[in-house]
């Protein structure tokens, strides 16, 4: 899904973050959000700065609050922990 939401192919990063849209899916994903979120993040926040599309920054952007919303100090950790991988690279 990762892979999916950071495709240059609008449509296959759309398709993708659609899943955010699916309340199952959401359920699985806030039960699961310390697994799933270390691998998701990277590719949701490179993407939300780079993506040529617009309407692909709105559903990173939605993708990203919702993240926020589930769990705030989760969110914190992945972002300082993405911050400090790029410093090193």
Request: charged share 20%; net charge positive.
């Amino acid at each position: 899904l990762a892979k999916c939401v950071s495709s240059p192919h609008f449509q296959v990063a759309e398709r993708a973050l659609y899943y955010w849209n699916n309340e199952y899916i959401m359920s699985l994903i806030s039960d699961n959000a310390a697994k799933i979120l270390p691998i998701m993040f990277p590719s949701l926040y490179r993407n939300s700065k780079t993506h040529w599309n617009k309407t692909i920054h709105g559903l990173i952007y939605n993708a990203l609050k919702l993240f926020m919303e589930m769990n705030q100090k989760l969110f914190d950790d992945c972002t300082q922990q993405f911050k400090a991988e790029k410093l090193k690279s």
